[in-house]
């Protein structure tokens, strides 16, 4: 059973920077698809950025394209979501989600991912 746990969040003045981990723990498999999500007040949640933890091929939404960096340390099981440039319409709950690899369905979908972390609070004014 996989088990997430975020942290890194906080506030910050627009142009601001700040780094999300997440902390995992309880893998059945060596690989997995690991995301970062938001949610803002009001509005569905959205992806952010994905990566294949075995293989390193990583996916952006395009709001965040060359501001935020998606990355993985092997080692301490660990994923991290490096935020640079950082907006107003960036504010929201942030998560950590992972699925196996064996499914198949868009990885900007929080439907297709079975394990999620709390969430940690991303405020930008």
């Known amino acids: 059973h996989v088990q997430l746990v975020e942290s890194g969040g906080g506030s910050v003045q627009a142009g601001g920077s700040l780094r999300l981990s997440c902390a995992a723990s309880?893998?059945?498999?060596?690989?997995?698809?690991m995301g970062w999500f938001r949610q803002a007040p009001g509005k569905e949640r959205e992806g952010v950025a994905a990566i294949y933890t075995g293989g390193g091929s990583t996916y952006y939404a395009d709001s965040v394209k060359g501001r935020f960096t998606i990355s993985y340390d092997n080692a301490k099981n660990t994923l991290y979501l490096q935020m640079n440039s950082l907006k107003p319409e960036d504010t929201a709950m942030y998560y950590c989600?992972?699925?196996?690899?064996?499914?198949?369905?868009?990885?900007?979908?929080?439907?297709?991912?079975?394990?999620w972390g709390q969430g940690t609070q991303v405020t930008v004014s």
């Open positions: 309880g893998y059945t498999y060596s690989s997995y698809c």
């Open positions: 989600a992972a699925r196996e690899l064996y499914v198949v369905g868009d990885w900007s979908q929080h439907r297709w991912y079975k394990y």
